[in-house]
């Protein structure tokens, strides 16, 4: 069983979303469920732009999953707003296809489990819209721009406000990052996993794990070997950098390798992997050779 998704609510024009295609959606669709999930773990971006937003962004829409106990539809609510507890409350707008719990233009509540997306326009620019970057890049290539007129948006590779902490892979790679930026090497070892990272090592190149001894040995040498090629090389710059995780790949439930895409002031752009490990205190980053 799958559900049904709306690209987006109305905005100026209150025909806008009738031209917009529902699109059905795999439960299991891993794009889409990324999407979800990097939605949540940035909404504090959208609600901090909500309560004080900036002359360029026109447009404030939150897309919520809608379950009527029959069927389930992924629905924009325009106009929308937080109460002190964090409930959400917003004018659906999009006209439902299969649910009927609610209509266009009613104003409802909902909890925040429920949302799914969030999005901005700013000055033509999509900012969030992740499920809509999904559906987007589940087509081909070619169909790509007739897409971007159809939904009348500039869509780039936007930038992802993970927040800076250890609570999910992003926000490890950012604090990392900021380390790197403010040239505390403390700070950057806080922000690394060498045991497993020698764990990975081994396993690679042994069919069988070796022992604790060796283990921590071996973690003992990267860490040294890190601090040195800080010492010697310097430290890599982020600062003034847009940054994009438009990818996530789950190796295990703990070890995840993460795709950063870096934009740089003057347009080029870079591309990495970076493999992130959750453990006892949240997600670190890894430096593991392929």
């Not at 909404?43 to 829409?61: G, I």
């Not at 995840?256 to 670190?284: A, M």
Request: overall charge negative.
């Amino acid at each position: 069983m799958g559900f049904l998704s709306k690209i987006f609510g109305k905005r100026n024009n209150a025909d806008t979303e009738d031209q917009l295609p529902v699109v059905h959606i795999a439960d299991d669709d891993e794009r889409m469920n990324w999407a979800i999930e990097k939605a949540n773990a940035t909404l504090h971006y959208f609600q901090t732009c909500l309560l004080e937003p900036d002359p360029e962004q026109q447009y404030f829409s939150v897309k919520v999953l809608i379950d009527d106990g029959i069927n389930r539809e992924h629905l924009w609510l325009v106009s929308p707003s937080f109460d002190e507890e964090g409930n959400l409350y917003g004018v659906v707008g999009n006209k439902p296809v299969y649910v009927n719990s609610v209509t266009i233009n009613q104003k409802i509540g909902i909890d925040p489990r429920f949302i799914s997306d969030w999005m901005i326009i700013e000055d033509g620019r999509l900012i969030g819209g992740y499920t809509i970057r999904a559906i987007r890049d589940g087509r081909p290539a070619h169909e790509r721009p007739e897409f971007d007129r159809q939904v009348g948006l500039y869509i780039d590779e936007g930038i992802d406000y993970f927040a800076h902490d250890f609570c999910t892979p992003e926000g490890a790679i950012l604090c990392l990052e900021d380390a790197y930026d403010e040239q505390d090497i403390e700070k950057a070892l806080a922000c690394k996993n060498f045991q497993e990272e020698a764990r990975l090592l081994l396993l690679k190149m042994n069919d069988r794990f070796s022992g604790k001894e060796i283990l921590e040995t071996t973690a003992d040498i990267l860490r040294a070997s890190f601090i040195k090629s800080l010492k010697k090389d310097g430290f890599p710059v982020f600062r003034d950098l847009r940054r994009a995780y438009p990818y996530r790949k789950k190796i295990t439930d703990n070890l995840y390798l993460i795709t950063e895409v870096c934009i740089f002031p003057d347009g080029k752009k870079s591309k990495q992997e970076i493999y992130t490990f959750k453990g006892d205190e949240g997600w670190r980053v890894l430096n593991v050779v392929e």
